[in-house]
């Protein structure tokens, strides 16, 4: 569960440093509306999780903005929690 949770920070972090730096730029880019996905769905449910701004640019390589956020896109993937304490 570590690796995949440091995997997935890896991942948002080099979304990040594309310029994908906030949760609208970052689902959209990992779920695209074109690949039959829920995007505005995972959008809101993201940031009513996270009270992050849809907008606004993040730092996922602060461990707290990131805990944040792999936690709320696990909720919304797989319906529970994880430990976020690997990132």
Excluded at 15 to 37: C, E, F, H, L, W
Excluded at 76 to 81: A, C, I, L, M, V
């Amino acid at each position: 569960m570590e690796d995949g949770v440091a995997a997935d920070t890896r991942q948002l972090i080099r979304y990040q440093d594309q310029d994908d730096n906030t949760v609208k730029g970052i689902i959209s880019r990992g779920a695209p509306a074109s690949d039959g996905n829920d995007t505005e769905g995972y959008i809101r449910d993201v940031t009513r999780r996270t009270w992050f701004d849809r907008d606004t640019p993040l730092n996922l390589r602060d461990p707290d903005q990131a805990q944040r956020l792999v936690d709320a896109m696990a909720r919304r993937e797989t319906g529970r929690s994880i430990d976020t304490r690997a990132i």
